[in-house]
């Protein structure tokens, strides 16, 4: 299939030096190969476990070859390296990225905060986005998708469905890793002591690996590549060492000829047998999800230089070994390690150990990502995200969910004890995300690519029967152990989907019962109004009217700052957003009001800055937005009705303000200050040096400029007069009741699984850095 004519610029690997590129690939090895490389410890043993009975000829050994080769070549290499990666979202990959791209292509966003400033973000558009051609079959299932609120919460579910699959990945996956590197000790047992050793050995590695989780990829990422490239070179070495021994042969077993003569001799066995062979491609989804650490052509080039031959290598030379061994798979039931030569056992056993701990480490850190990814867009209860390197912002630390996956690692490890249960639940696991990224990207060829339906129908039903043939084995052994994923999924999908349904119904009550300014400008005589010194930070999800409980608080308490700022933080469906960017300012009313409102925007792996300086940028974009505006206060009675013209604003060394240190005021003056200011419109920021002494106010100083006029200068006077004196940050705190005459699901739903959810999870991480002297919460009842 060609795909390259549809393909936007940006999808083709941008042009780097060999030098950098073959850097990125050796770190990639170490990354996102981690999980892929150790699966031929356990691929041959799940395979001939039971299903296809005991071996007596080499045809079935062929068979398997011949599978597990076609398999390795189908998806990881055809559909992973040269069409899936190519459908990056502005660089990152994952489940979520094709949906971010399907939201912005089709406008199907689930949250309702979305504006049409956001599309005029460079990220938003960085990815070639156009419109279809009118009368298109794109531009009709375009259509289609924006009208019917039910296909969109299908898509949702979807997206959510392979969320949660990549989570119990993350459970299963350092189970069957560890227990199986760890099945090479039985190899020195009696029988009568084998399965007495494995699952403690297991356990202890386990909890050692997400006990160092806290300390970030980072501080240990220069072992991961070694470890992985050592361990590739052994397995492809031993491979070709059996080959040579037992049967030079074997390569002609490389014929799919051999893969349909077994599936029809084998029948139902053989088919039972796919869960197993499936399991060659675990792993092949992270090439795709740690996009954004790497590029397209490095990932390329770890895989078809490195990984590939090497794996084929290893499979064909297990398969040598076993067409002279036909017993052994059934003796012995850990096919690896007996076909490794019996002096190099115990280093190899060595090597596997901490080839297993690197390949769970990368799926663990892709489950802390992709469950970042989906509380940043409010599919997930807010759990606290710690950043373990200033350097790579997708090395984080969950602590919540990573004390979760080891209580549930731990738990399939002791409750399966081999690895045939726990390969059936994680084939299933793989499968499903493998689906839903066929099913996502078949839109996605269609609506982002703008090519041909019979091309994404092709896409889908090339790739997509592949994988339905395996997820039907899979899910076949749903008693055997494939259940755990899928109540798992079940479990996590629940918990996503009642938290985004209750953030959606409190934006639509919030949106219902927003009020306007009219509203309270006629309510300050009745009441008697007091304007108080200071900065009020009203936080809210509303992007455009007064939220009702700031409306509830003046009810109650008739003052508020002589400034007020409506400060809306968000997240749009772009990774990132760019400094300059970042804010929307603009008016709420009349210029003498001196209310504004402020949108923040972040993208879904964005940082927010939860320090003193998104304080200070915050007042510098008001700063700037007041100094460039030209409406002033020619504005209408009217607009005071209408969402006012909003401004996009930078961080604070992006435009100009002024900052002096107070001491350094009263020593120099103000006058020195502006001088060393250079031009009046051209400010800097002047920071006082370092000192082991209290904190010392920082001043903001207004310059003379005859580009500001008089009512503007006065109002940047005032609001640096507020700043001085100090900013307070007042915050709803709702609780949410469904109304009397709602169904009882809608009850249950709300009243106990969202406030559940509420009440258990983070504070957002603006409300974690707000000071605690300088907070107020105001709390109201939301009847949804």
Not at 174 to 188: H, I, K, M, N
Not at 332 to 353: C, G
Not at 517 to 533: E, K, M
Request: net charge neutral; aromatic share 10%; proline share 4%.
């Amino acid at each position: 299939m060609d795909l390259e004519a549809g393909i936007p610029q940006n999808y083709v690997a941008k042009k780097e030096s060999w030098k950098t590129i073959l850097t990125l690939a050796y770190q990639s090895l170490g990354v996102v190969y981690g999980d892929l490389s150790t699966s031929p410890l356990y691929v041959y043993r799940s395979t001939f476990a039971e299903d296809i009975g005991h071996t007596e000829s080499n045809e079935e050994i062929y068979g398997v070859l011949s599978l597990v080769f076609w398999t390795l070549t189908v998806v990881p290499l055809i559909k992973y390296v040269f069409i899936v990666l190519r459908a990056d979202d502005n660089g990152e990959g994952g489940t979520f990225a094709l949906y971010s791209l399907l939201c912005r292509h089709a406008r199907v966003n689930s949250m309702p905060n979305c504006q049409v400033a956001d599309e005029e973000l460079s990220e938003y558009k960085k990815d070639g986005f156009r419109m279809a051609p009118e009368r298109s079959f794109a531009s009709r299932l375009k259509a289609t998708l924006e009208k019917h609120k039910v296909l969109q919460r299908i898509l949702l579910v979807l997206a959510l469905i392979g969320t949660c699959m990549v989570i119990g990945d993350g459970v299963l996956t350092p189970a069957l890793s560890v227990f199986s590197a760890v099945s090479g000790l039985e190899l020195s047992m009696s029988k009568e002591h084998r399965g007495y050793v494995e699952v403690p050995a297991a356990c202890i590695i386990l909890i050692i690996l997400f006990a160092l989780q806290h300390f970030g990829t980072h501080r240990v990422g220069f072992l991961f590549a070694p470890i992985v490239i050592t361990w590739l070179f052994c397995i492809s070495a031993i491979g070709v060492y059996n080959i040579f021994y037992w049967n030079p042969h074997v390569y002609k077993s490389l014929s799919p000829y051999y893969a349909y003569q077994f599936l029809r001799k084998t029948q139902k066995g053989g088919w039972m047998s796919l869960g197993g062979i499936l399991l060659c491609i675990t792993g092949s989804e992270a090439m795709f999800a740690d996009l954004g650490h790497f590029s397209q052509l490095s990932i390329k080039v770890a895989f078809t230089a490195v990984v590939y031959p090497s794996l084929i290598l290893a499979y064909m030379g297990q398969a040598a070994y076993l067409s002279k061994h036909h017993d052994v798979a059934h003796d012995y039931q850990f096919t690896f390690y007996v076909s490794v030569p019996e002096k190099l056992r115990w280093p190899v056993l060595v090597i596997a150990i901490l080839a297993a701990i690197v390949g769970s480490q990368a799926i663990i850190t892709g489950t802390f990502s992709i469950i970042k990814q989906c509380s940043a867009l409010s599919c997930f209860p807010r759990v606290k995200v710690i950043h373990t390197s200033s350097k790579i912002h997708g090395q984080i630390y969950i602590p919540e969910i990573n004390w979760l996956l080891m209580f549930l690692c731990l738990a399939v490890t002791i409750g399966f004890r081999d690895t045939k249960r726990l390969g059936n639940a994680s084939g299933l696991a793989v499968i499903t995300v493998m689906l839903v990224t066929t099913c996502l990207m078949s839109l996605v060829i269609v609506l982002c690519w703008h090519q041909s339906v019979f091309l994404a129908l092709g896409f889908i039903f090339i790739f997509g029967t592949v994988e339905a043939l395996f997820f039907s084995a899979s899910l076949v052994k749903f008693l055997e152990g494939a259940w755990v994923p899928i109540v798992l999924a079940f479990v996590f999908l629940t918990i996503m989907y009642i938290w985004h349904y209750g953030t959606l119904k409190k934006y639509e009550f919030d949106v219902q019962n927003k009020v306007s300014i009219n509203w309270l400008l006629s309510l300050g005589p009745s009441i008697g109004i007091v304007r108080v010194r200071g900065i009020g930070l009203i936080h809210t999800e509303l992007v455009s009217g007064i939220p009702a409980i700031f409306s509830h608080f003046v009810t109650n308490l008739p003052a508020f700052h002589q400034v007020v700022v409506f400060l809306c933080i968000k997240h749009v469906p772009v990774p990132h957003v760019r400094p300059k960017e970042r804010f929307l300012v603009g008016r709420i009313g009349p210029r003498n009001c001196r209310l504004y409102r402020c949108i923040v925007r972040y993208g879904y792996r964005d940082v927010h800055k939860d320090d003193i300086e998104f304080e200070q940028d915050l007042v510098c974009s008001i700063a700037e937005m007041i100094r460039t505006d030209t409406k002033g206060s020619n504005a209408s009675k009217e607009d005071a009705e209408k969402e006012d013209k909003m401004t996009v604003v930078g961080t604070c060394p992006s435009h100009p303000i002024l900052l002096s240190d107070e001491d350094t005021l009263d020593n120099k003056g103000s006058n020195s200050s502006l001088e060393s200011a250079g031009t009046l419109t051209e400010l800097k920021e002047i920071k006082s040096p370092k000192a082991i002494q209290p904190k010392k106010r920082v001043r903001f100083v207004v310059p003379e400029s005859p580009k500001i006029d008089k009512d503007a200068e006065e109002e940047l006077e005032e609001l640096m007069e507020a700043r001085e004196s100090g900013v307070a940050y007042i915050m709803g705190h709702s609780y949410m009741r469904a109304k009397q005459g709602s169904s009882l699901m809608k009850k249950l739903v709300i009243n106990f699984g969202y406030e559940f959810l509420r009440r258990n999870s983070r504070s957002p991480s603006f409300v974690d850095s707000v000071p605690h002297a300088s907070s107020l919460e105001v709390g109201m009842m939301y009847r949804i």
